[in-house]
T-cell receptor
Framework: GENVEQHPSTLSVQEGDSAVIKCTYS??????FPWYKQELGKRPQLIID?????GEKKDQRIAVTLNKTAKHFSLHITETQPEDSAVYFC?????????FGAGTRLTVKP | DTGVSQDPRHKITKRGQNVTFRCDPI?????LYWYRQTLGQGPEFLTY????????KSRLLSDRFSAERPKGSFSTLEIQRTEQGDSAMYLC??????????????FGPGTRLTVL
């Protein structure tokens, strides 16, 4: 089955800096890659996603890149703000099977 | 709030008791998923419904776990003879019918289960 690895497990940046979180997946048939943000005690919220026929997608300060050959994808957050502090999860989906990474705890220091 | 809802939000039970959780998906979403999330981990897939049919079950889902979606709307997840290892957040998610751009899963707030 699919295996998703996520790095780093914790990330601390200064407000205004960029943050990058990386994930790798094992199943080449996975074709949908969402990123979720989860604040303490709250539900995971989709922040951006990308499909396997696209290499890059951007939404304001957030971007995702996908390298299908290498089977890795990354989340980029620019101009970080304290409210970006949360746990971020990547996932890879094939059919109805979605597997999540273990999460990255991002702390943005003011 | 027209999002996915779950009830109860918190459940504390004693080992050996049975518990049941409910999930109400977004209206018109015919696909429904249950996940379990433990501290410091991502959600782990448990089971998937398309309408009322349970189409997939994870090997993580022991025979003490059963899920239903009798009318293709809300779903219930029951855990029998709870064990301390069942303590976790149980998340429900739903997706619209198959079509273009329908991979997105929308999560509910979860039910936090504590087994004493």
């Amino acid at each position: 089955g699919e295996n998703v690895e996520q790095h780093p497990s914790t990330l601390s940046v200064q407000e205004g800096d960029s943050a990058v979180i990386k994930c790798t997946y094992s199943d080449s048939a996975s074709n949908y890659f969402p990123w979720y943000k989860q604040e303490l005690g709250k539900r995971p919220q989709l922040i951006i996603d990308i499909r396997s026929n696209v290499g890059e997608k951007k939404d304001q300060r957030i971007a995702v890149t996908l390298n299908k050959t290498a089977k890795h994808f990354s989340l980029h957050i620019t101009e970080t703000q304290p409210e970006d502090s949360a746990v971020y999860f990547c996932a890879a989906k094939r059919d109805n099977d979605m597997r999540f990474g273990a999460g990255t705890r991002l702390t943005v220091k003011p | 709030d027209t999002g996915v809802s779950q009830d109860p939000r918190h459940k504390i039970t004693k080992r050996g008791q049975n518990v049941t959780f409910r999930c109400d998906p977004i209206s018109e979403h015919n696909r429904l998923y249950w996940y379990r999330q433990t501290l410091g981990q991502g959600p782990e897939f448990l089971t998937y419904f398309q309408n009322e049919a349970q189409l997939e079950k994870s090997r993580l889902l022991s025979d003490r776990f059963s899920a239903e979606r009798p009318k293709g709307s809300f779903s219930t997840l029951e855990i029998q003879r709870t064990e301390q290892g069942d303590s976790a957040m149980y998340l429900c998610a739903s997706s619209p019918p198959f079509g273009v751009w329908t991979d997105t899963q929308y999560f509910g707030p979860g039910t936090r289960l504590t087994v004493l």
